[in-house]
C-alpha cells in the first residue's frame, strides 16, 4: 500500500503542478526528467477537511483555507508542512468528501504547488461534466 501512495502521489503531483500553472497564478518549473523531484516516503505529516465554501473544518497544521472562486482552493500549512512543493519531494492527495452523511456527485478534484506561496496546496475540483464545482473534500500533504 505504501508504495502504491509513493506511486500514486509521484505521477498525480507531475501531471497536475505542470498542467494547472497557468490558473494558479505562476509558471510551472521545468523538471528534466521523473527523477529531478526530491524522494518522498509517502508519510502522511499533514491533513486538512475543507467545507466547499472554503473554511476549514479540520487539521491541526491547516494555517488558513479559502475559496478563490468556483471549485478553487488554497489550504496553507504551518509547521511541520513547509516549503510543501513537489520539487522539494512533497506530495498532495486530495479526496471529495461530503464531511458529513450522505452522497456526493460525482466529482474530481486536483492540486499542484500555489503559486508564491510555499506552504499552501492549490486545489481545484470539477463536475462529472468537467466544469468547477464548489467541492468539500480532505487534503493529505506526504513527505
Excluded at 51 to 62: H, M, P, R, Y
Excluded at 93 to 110: E, F, K, Q, R
Aim: glycine share 10%; aromatic share 6%; with cysteine.
Amino acid at each position: 500500500m505504501k508504495s502504491f501512495l509513493k506511486m500514486l502521489a509521484g505521477t498525480t503531483l507531475v501531471l497536475s503542478a505542470a498542467a494547472l500553472a497557468d490558473t494558479n497564478g505562476g509558471a510551472s518549473y521545468p523538471l528534466d526528467a521523473p527523477t529531478a523531484l526530491n524522494v518522498n516516503i509517502a508519510d502522511v505529516l499533514c491533513t486538512a477537511a475543507i467545507n466547499s465554501t472554503g473554511s476549514k473544518a479540520g487539521g491541526e497544521t491547516v494555517v488558513s483555507s479559502i475559496r478563490l472562486g468556483l471549485g478553487t482552493y488554497e489550504v496553507k500549512f504551518g509547521k511541520p508542512c513547509t516549503s510543501i512543493t513537489a520539487k522539494n519531494g512533497w506530495a498532495r492527495m486530495v479526496h471529495a468528501d461530503t464531511l458529513n452523511i450522505g452522497t456526493l456527485a460525482s466529482t474530481n478534484c486536483i492540486t499542484a504547488d500555489r503559486a508564491g506561496v510555499p506552504n499552501a496546496v492549490w486545489v481545484q475540483c470539477y463536475n462529472a461534466t468537467g466544469a468547477l464545482a464548489d467541492t468539500s473534500f480532505y487534503l493529505f500533504v506526504l513527505r
